[in-house]
């Protein structure tokens, strides 16, 4: 990414996140979120129509790894804007059905569009010359509507399904933390444990999440029975602390570059050292 996209999308986050800090009311937070991203991506337009002669492989960067993070957060917020303004009035029951009605239309899109999230997913390039060169559109790659409505100057066939792709993730994500927070109560009320001792989590909130990931994907609680959620609420009662969106802190555990799993590397390094150690005392 050139240095002027990386600081445009540096300052936009940069005020997406004073929005969320700032700003308490779900509804006005998420369309004062729209609306500054709407800017961004107009200012992204400029500076990229600037310039009038790129090469394939920088339009295929810019139209696969750029245009579409500044795009997600358009398509993330805009989400949450529908998604709480649809907000149905009763009870809890009424409310979770509701938002699983939600996560529903997400796994469509997804089934629907499975060949292309597969292409992205795994980190495939074979058909990039199709999907992200303007004018290259073919209408047997299942193309979103949107595309006939956008300005062909500024987008490609596949740039927006990108976008999506991603944005659906924050989606998920924020669904699945509401119904979560909705189940707390509940499942405090229904948990028989009580700690005789208080023991605090000190270290990060990544590495906690890192290992309660680990564990559920190992299967060892309940033979593998235990959701994820359930799992996440047990170490948040036990250790005392609140892990917030933790599934978007495991798509950005996901997204590192090297060691994926750097607080489990660390825990086997340092048992196999105070092993070794150990070993040296007999």
Do not use: C
């Not at 937070?29 to 992204?44: C, D, F, P, R, Y």
């Not at 989400?79 to 509701?98: L, N, Q, S, V």
């Not at 699945?176 to 499942?187: F, S, V």
């Amino acid at each position: 990414m050139s240095a002027k996209f990386k600081q445009l999308l540096s300052d936009l986050n940069e005020q997406l996140n004073f929005i969320n800090l700032e700003m308490d009311d779900s509804i006005a937070k998420s369309e004062k979120s729209v609306e500054i991203t709407l800017k961004a991506i107009g200012n992204l337009k400029k500076q990229f129509l600037k310039d009038k002669s790129i090469s394939t492989d920088t339009e295929i960067d810019f139209f696969k790894n750029i245009k579409p993070k500044f795009a997600s957060l358009y398509i993330y917020h805009n989400a949450i804007f529908k998604i709480e303004t649809k907000m149905p009035h009763g009870g809890d029951r009424i409310t979770k059905k509701y938002f699983n009605k939600e996560l529903k239309k997400l796994k469509r899109y997804f089934d629907n569009n499975l060949d292309f999230y597969n292409y992205h997913r795994t980190g495939s390039s074979f058909l990039d010359f199709k999907y992200f060169v303007r004018g290259n559109h073919d209408v047997k790659l299942r193309l979103d509507s949107f595309y006939f409505e956008a300005d062909h100057n500024f987008s490609t066939s596949h740039d927006f399904k990108i976008a999506k792709i991603l944005a659906h993730d924050l989606v998920q994500v924020y669904i699945e933390t509401k119904i979560l927070k909705m189940g707390k109560k509940e499942y405090k009320e229904k948990s028989q444990l009580e700690p005789k001792g208080k023991i605090v989590w000190t270290g990060s909130k990544v590495a906690l999440t890192e290992l309660f990931y680990a564990l559920h994907t190992k299967g060892v609680f309940n033979n593998g029975a235990a959701e994820l959620k359930e799992i996440a609420s047990y170490f948040e009662e036990i250790f005392n602390i609140d892990l917030g969106q933790y599934r978007r802190t495991f798509l950005e555990i996901r997204e590192r570059k090297s060691d994926r799993t750097k607080f489990l590397s660390t825990l086997v390094q340092e048992l196999t050292k105070r092993m070794d150690e150990t070993d040296e005392t007999f």
